[in-house]
């Protein structure tokens, strides 16, 4: 499915309909299958033993997919999460910002499937994986 909307026009979307949560994240590239989020690490992403918060990382999963879904089908803002899976491999780095990788595995009428794989900026372990389902709003 070609991309419908780029960097540009995803940041400019999510600043009007989740100012909450926009301020964190960058879309570094939208490509036919999938995105690139940076979220930009601050001290209110780390928890005890100077580590990045699984909530931080569950975050920028979900935002990961949600974008990659609008980036196909254009301003579906309704688009809901239906199920997650996370898996926690190796530490983050403090001090270095996570960059998610989503794939989106299925995009139907109904339900989108992506994949997520994080890093610490400038490494190549995979930290988390996650797969999340979302609920596409008829249309």
Same mark, same amino acid.
């Given at each position: ?58 975050? !920028? @999963?979900?935002?990961? +997919? ?5 980036? $196909?089908?254009?301003? %579906?803002?309704? #688009?809901?999460? /239906? ?27 109904? !339900? @989108?499937?992506?994949? +997520? ?5 400038? $490494?190549?372990?995979? %930290?988390?994986? #996650?797969?999340? /389902? ?6």
């Amino acid at each position: 499915m070609a991309v419908t909307l780029g960097p540009e026009d995803l940041t400019r979307l999510m600043d009007e309909v989740f100012p909450q949560v926009s301020k964190g994240f960058v879309i570094e590239e939208v490509t036919r299958t999938g995105v690139r989020v940076r979220l930009v690490t601050t001290d209110e992403h780390l928890r005890p033993g100077g580590t990045i918060s699984g909530p931080s990382m569950f975050a !920028l @999963a979900d935002v990961g +997919v949600y974008l990659a879904i609008l980036a $196909r089908l254009g301003p %579906v803002t309704l #688009a809901v999460t /239906t199920s997650s899976s996370m898996d926690f491999m190796r530490k983050p780095e403090a001090g270095r910002d996570l960059i998610a990788d989503v794939t989106l595995l299925k995009l139907g009428r109904i !339900l @989108a499937v992506g994949d +997520v794989l994080i890093r610490s900026e400038g $490494r190549e372990e995979v %930290v988390a994986r #996650a797969t999340m /389902t979302y609920s596409i709003p008829p249309r």
